[in-house]
């Protein structure tokens, strides 16, 4: 079968399950033809994403978050405004999506999450099977616990979770946890998408945190609690457009350019992770049991829904700043002898083939 997928720029867990998932589908004979990817002034795709995909890529203007000042926080309802104000562009993006699929004649379009391929489907209905993939489908699933509050946030991220999946015949919501599936409601749990290259590592024990921001603003917070540790090792990764590949910041405290390669060899060896509530790279740690502080990006209602449900899955624990003392006094109590989230990602491989090829 042929496929084409619709891919979220924002951040790197949409882009690293495209690649698990045609690493997976061209491993049984399928071809994945082509990437669309939405992307923003504001990130840059990373040169890695290139590198594995091995399937032409092409690129458009996509809505992206509007951050705060101090480039930490996201402001959701300026986001919307500016979204709005950028119809026209947002237009042209359609009208490229829907060529790219009518010129491909793809069997499947699989969408990770980029609201303008439901947007698509809801002005021009292309006669394609389309999936949609992604976690925050989950959040769609009755048993789905959120946070407390945020009533009104909530809300809209489904809003935009239903607009994303709309004329989709399957949602595949990729969970922590198993969970029934509601072939009613066109839910399907599935376990998360990691790469081949996080499966076949083997977990040691560093002396350093490793952690990723997705603003950079939170650099400043960071560099801020280290200088009360010094002593203390520390990589950060981050996609600040600008920066060097590699930034001694002051002795003991490194930040690098976001890379696949070296993001994963520091996750193999770290003691311990810090993340802004990404699904995937708080996956990858938990498949290589390493405790994991939280720290969702000010007014990103999905990382805080991330966090919440994280914690549950035993994780780690969440706080509201990069306040490391938090993750630095958890390590030593974390339980790294459940191996029941290994178990459920190994699952991971036949359900999709199941759930895409069929």
């Not at 939405?38 to 795709?45: N, P, Y």
């Not at 999506?97 to 809801?122: C, S």
């Not at 995937?280 to 290589?288: G, K, N, P, Q, V």
Request: net charge positive; with cysteine.
């Amino acid at each position: 079968m042929r496929y084409l997928f619709i891919v979220q720029g924002e951040g790197r867990g949409h882009m690293t399950q495209a690649i698990s998932m045609r690493n997976i589908l061209t491993s049984q004979g399928h071809e994945v033809v082509e990437i669309l990817v939405g992307k923003s002034q504001l990130r840059e795709i990373p040169k890695f994403f290139y590198d594995k995909i091995q399937v032409p890529v092409h690129t458009y203007e996509s809505p992206n978050f509007q951050v705060s000042q101090n480039n930490k926080g996201i402001q959701l309802y300026r986001s919307i405004l500016f979204s709005i104000s950028h119809t026209r562009t947002y237009l042209r993006s359609i009208d490229l999506i829907r060529q790219h699929i009518r010129d491909a004649k793809p069997d499947v379009v699989v969408n990770f999450y980029e609201m303008l391929g439901g947007i698509t489907w809801l002005l021009h209905r292309p006669k394609v099977r389309y999936v949609c993939v992604g976690h925050q489908f989950l959040l769609l699933h009755p048993e789905f616990v959120f946070p407390k509050g945020h009533r009104s946030q909530i809300r809209m991220l489904n809003f935009l979770t239903r607009l994303t999946g709309t004329g989709a015949e399957k949602f595949l919501a990729l969970s922590f946890v198993p969970m029934p599936d509601l072939p009613k409601k066109k839910i399907f749990v599935v376990p998360p998408l990691l790469r081949r290259e996080v499966l076949d590592l083997t977990p040691g024990n560093g002396d350093y945190i490793l952690g990723y921001m997705l603003n950079a603003g939170y650099g400043e917070e960071i560099t801020r609690w280290h200088k009360t540790h010094p002593e203390i090792k520390a990589h950060f990764f981050w996609d600040k457009k600008d920066a060097p590949e590699d930034m001694e910041v002051q002795p003991n405290l490194f930040f690098h350019r976001i890379s696949d390669v070296k993001f994963l060899e520091y996750m193999k060896d770290c003691m311990g992770y810090a993340s802004t509530s990404g699904f995937e790279s708080i996956c990858e740690a938990m498949y290589l049991r390493k405790p994991v502080l939280m720290v969702p990006t000010a007014g990103h209602i999905e990382q805080r829904c991330n966090s919440v449900d994280a914690v549950r899955a035993g994780a780690g624990i969440t706080f509201d700043n990069f306040d490391m003392d938090k993750l630095v006094e958890f390590i030593p109590s974390y339980q790294k002898d459940d191996i029941m989230f290994v178990q459920w990602v190994k699952q991971a491989e036949q359900k999709f083939l199941e759930l895409l090829t069929k």
